[in-house]
């Protein structure tokens, strides 16, 4: 038997219907904030997330799938969606019109250790605002997250941190460099690999989390220039004014290089999932890519974790079962039962009828599996007079309606 690959799963059934939801309600927040659908590819120039999500990254030094096309040119299956939708923006000159605001669901691949919460082949719903360096700016793009996870219901926390500009990663690097320099190797391989490229990133080290030089190490706060700082303070003042609960955290880092200045992660309260959502500010990026400097900022949900957490909490979604399933009694009344879901579909109804040509018995089991709202049931008297028998599969009252008023009665009852 052939099985699936390590870190991946189908999606079907309740589970597809799950995602579906999750994935429509997104879709409506972000048009409600007047984000529009993007798509890019699900490969790219394996060169674009090099350099876009940075060279010393885990993701691209351990996480990429990459390969050469029958071209000879290097390719990588998408392991996030910044950097595409960057690329889309210089490409296409979007940024002669800003700001612009883009919202994408998709795939994305990693090859990452499967564990809980963490897939290889894995599900994003982010947001890209481009062309505005304000906080409200910020502030926009964690109040759509934000609102869009009380829409389905899960509780999260807001972290946030804010990382300055260059000039104040370079200082705080080098007292970071400074802090852990002399006793590195009670460090994880990764921290001591991490001391000189990235030392930021020792910081959020799962492994060395304990390490009591982890709570003495400098804050990035303190780094600050004072513009810097006041920004941060308006973002705080935005957050607490559209009531959005967050906490300040000096050691969220993240893990991609492109990061400035506001950096957040969207958590349950117990954590047990890791981040459900993250992202940040990105200043630096199109002009990294080669394009012209555009302020950016976004974040993405993982929308397999989302799903896990909902599961978890005994979160269902509407209902949406299928409307009518109609029932004809013999083969002879298959083409007038047929007509009329063509009809109600036509309608904008979902309807399913016998594909089997099964007994009635088989019929009705049918019907309680996919339990529809209402069946209509079609013998040779219904198709005779056009009265059909209406069926409630609810309360399993029958009754009698004209097939002329069939659909007046649907569009008051369903
Ligand atoms: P990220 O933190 O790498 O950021 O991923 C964002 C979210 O994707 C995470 O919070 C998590 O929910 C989900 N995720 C990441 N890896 C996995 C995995 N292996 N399995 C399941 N879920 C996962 C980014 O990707 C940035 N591009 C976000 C962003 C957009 N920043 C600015 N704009």
């Known amino acids: 038997?052939?099985?699936?690959?390590?870190?991946?799963?189908?999606?079907?059934?309740?589970?597809?219907?799950?995602?579906?939801?999750?994935?429509r309600m997104f879709g409506a927040v972000c048009e409600s904030y007047n984000f529009g659908y993007i798509e890019t590819p699900i490969f790219e120039r394996s060169e674009l997330f090099h350099r876009g999500v940075g060279e010393t990254t885990d993701i691209v030094t351990k996480e990429t799938y990459d390969f050469q096309d029958k071209g000879g040119r290097?390719?990588?299956?998408?392991?996030?969606?910044?950097?595409?939708?960057?690329?889309?923006?210089?490409?296409?000159?979007?940024?002669?019109?800003?700001?612009?605001?883009?919202?994408?669901?998709g795939q994305m691949f990693r090859y990452e250790r499967p564990q809980k919460g963490r897939y290889r082949e894995l599900r994003q719903m982010g947001v890209e605002l481009y062309g505005s360096s304000e906080p409200i700016a910020d502030a926009e793009v964690i109040s759509l997250g934000k609102n869009f996870l009380d829409e389905l219901g899960i509780e999260t926390k807001v972290i946030i941190n804010y990382?300055?500009?260059?000039?104040?990663?370079?200082?705080?690097?080098?007292?970071?460099?400074?802090?852990?320099?002399?006793?590195?190797?009670?460090?994880?391989?990764?921290?001591?690999?991490?001391?000189?490229?990235?030392p930021l990133r020792i910081l959020d080290c799962k492994v060395d989390n304990n390490n009591s030089l982890m709570e003495s190490a400098p804050s990035i706060l303190d780094y600050l220039s004072e513009e810097e700082s006041e920004n941060f303070v308006k973002i705080q003042e935005y957050l607490r004014y559209l009531?959005?609960?967050?906490?300040?955290?000096?050691?969220?880092?993240?893990?991609?290089?492109?990061?400035n200045n506001i950096v957040f992660e969207f958590k349950t309260l117990d954590d047990e999932f890791g981040s459900v959502g993250a992202g940040g500010r990105y200043d630096g990026l199109t002009a990294s890519l080669d394009g012209p400097s555009?302020?950016?900022?976004?974040?993405?949900?993982?929308?397999?974790?989302?799903?896990?957490?909902?599961?978890?909490?005994?979160?269902?979604?509407?209902?949406?079962?299928?409307?009518?399933?109609?029932?004809?009694v013999t083969e002879n009344e298959l083409m007038y039962s047929?007509?009329?879901?063509?009809?109600?579909?036509?309608?904008?109804?979902k309807v399913d009828i016998d594909l089997l040509n099964k007994s009635m018995k088989a019929?009705?089991?049918?019907?309680d599996r996919l339990n529809p709202k209402y069946i209509i049931i079609i013998g040779e008297e219904e198709v005779k007079t056009g009265v059909l028998t209406v069926k409630d599969n609810l309360t399993k009252e029958e009754q009698k309606i004209e097939s002329t008023e069939l659909l007046d009665f649907l569009n008051v009852n369903l």
Request: glycine share 6%.
């Open 294 to 328: 555009v302020p950016s900022v976004g974040f993405a949900f993982g929308l397999d974790r989302l799903v896990d957490v909902m599961n978890r909490d005994n979160i269902e979604v509407e209902n949406s079962n299928i409307d009518l399933y109609i029932m004809n």
């Open 363 to 367: 019929k009705f089991k049918e019907v």
């Open 243 to 259: 009531n959005i609960d967050f906490e300040v955290d000096t050691r969220l880092v993240r893990g991609l290089d492109y990061y």
């Open 1 to 23: 038997m052939i099985q699936r690959p390590k870190g991946t799963y189908d999606v079907y059934g309740s589970l597809a219907k799950k995602q579906d939801y999750v994935k």
């Open 74 to 105: 290097d390719i990588t299956l998408r392991p996030e969606g910044t950097a595409s939708v960057a690329r889309c923006v210089i490409e296409d000159k979007l940024y002669t019109e800003l700001p612009r605001k883009f919202y994408y669901i």
């Open 338 to 349: 047929y007509n009329l879901a063509q009809d109600l579909r036509m309608c904008g109804f």
């Open 163 to 198: 990382l300055g500009g260059v000039e104040t990663r370079k200082k705080y690097r080098e007292a970071l460099i400074k802090h852990f320099e002399a006793n590195i190797d009670e460090f994880c391989e990764d921290c001591k690999e991490r001391l000189y490229k990235n």
